[in-house]
């Protein structure tokens, strides 16, 4: 049980951040500095969205997809970003672009993001808006200009990213959300809304590793079901985190979910089963990588810290 990254984690979550920074700022500063002030501001504002803490879980699932599927896919990338860093990178704005406007007043109005105040509290709330605008379209030009990829994994890449986070992904799931406050729901209907707020994401960030990655047909579907498992327990365990730790060590605030008088796994199934449900669900998603046998053991990793991680 891990509730901290292992080395080889960490040292992914270094890369990632490498790549971020590079891949936000690659050409930029000139191109701003050229525009005017209001620009740099927007691009100061993007990079501490990005780049300021943050567990980096779905570049680890990028990349720990794609070893699983060709260990080697990892190799590269040490000093230039490789083209799989391109693909972690974008997965991470869309989900960066998503904490920004999650925590704007007309959502969940928050103060309090990775430890830091929360992009709108740091800068404004257009500039806030625009860094969601601007990380998302950011991410989507990355697949388009990833290296070492065939333009048809590129397109497909695209698409797998732009569905997820769209109407029938996470932003369909965060209006099922905000209309789910002060009622009480099952937990049928509260899995479907997971599956798209939080799932849709997680289970593209794996299927944009194995694609990357050149997957078969069969080694997808079976990364889809890990993926299903293990993007439902993460959920289970942000609302164990959300009802039993605090703030500092979340670095976000903490019981927000019940302030806000919104459903979860604990108000829904109680403490003890929310916990049983997601030591289930990390089973269910580790027998999906049996066939990978050692080359999925990065993933394994990942599932094991997502369900006993401590923020
Ligand atoms: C307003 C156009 C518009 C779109 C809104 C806000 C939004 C789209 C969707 C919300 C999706 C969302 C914020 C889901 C929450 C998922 C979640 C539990 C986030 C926390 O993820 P961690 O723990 O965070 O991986 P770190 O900080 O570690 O990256």
Request: proline share 3%; glycine share 8%.
């Amino acid at each position: 049980m891990s509730t901290e990254p292992s080395t080889a984690l960490a040292e992914l979550q270094d890369r990632c951040n490498a790549a971020l920074v590079g891949l936000l700022g690659h050409g930029n500063s000139e191109f701003a500095a050229e525009a005017g002030p209001h620009l740099v501001r927007l691009f100061e504002a993007s990079a501490y969205a990005l780049t300021r803490g943050g567990k980096r879980v779905r570049p680890l699932l990028v990349y720990a997809a794609a070893a699983a599927v060709r260990p080697a896919s990892l190799d590269a990338g040490e000093h230039d970003p490789a083209g799989i860093d391109y693909v972690a990178c974008a997965a991470e704005m869309v989900h960066a672009y998503s904490l920004v406007h999650d925590d704007l007043p007309a959502m969940d109005d928050d103060d309090l993001r990775r430890g830091q105040p929360t992009t709108h509290k740091a800068f404004d709330e257009a500039t806030a808006i625009l860094v969601g605008d601007g990380l998302q379209a950011r991410a989507l030009e990355l697949l388009t200009d990833a290296p070492e990829l065939s333009a048809e994994t590129r397109l497909e890449l695209v698409r797998s990213l732009a569905a997820a986070a769209g109407l029938r992904g996470m932003v369909g799931g965060q209006a099922i959300d905000i209309g789910a406050v002060d009622q009480s729901i099952d937990s049928n209907h509260l899995e479907t809304m997971h599956a798209l707020k939080t799932g849709a994401l997680i289970r593209s960030s794996v299927a944009m590793g194995a694609l990357a990655a050149g997957a078969s047909d069969e080694q997808q579907g079976a990364l889809d079901d890990f993926a299903d498992a293990i993007g439902l327990a993460f959920q289970v365990c942000d609302d164990i985190l959300d009802a039993t730790s605090d703030s500092e060590t979340l670095g976000k605030r903490a019981g927000a979910d019940q302030a806000l008088h919104k459903p979860t796994y604990v108000s829904t199934l109680g403490l003890e089963v929310a916990r049983d449900k997601a030591e289930g669900l990390l089973a269910e998603a580790l027998a999906a990588l049996e066939s990978f046998g050692d080359s999925a053991a990065l993933l394994r990793e990942i599932a094991d810290f997502i369900v006993h991680r401590q923020r």
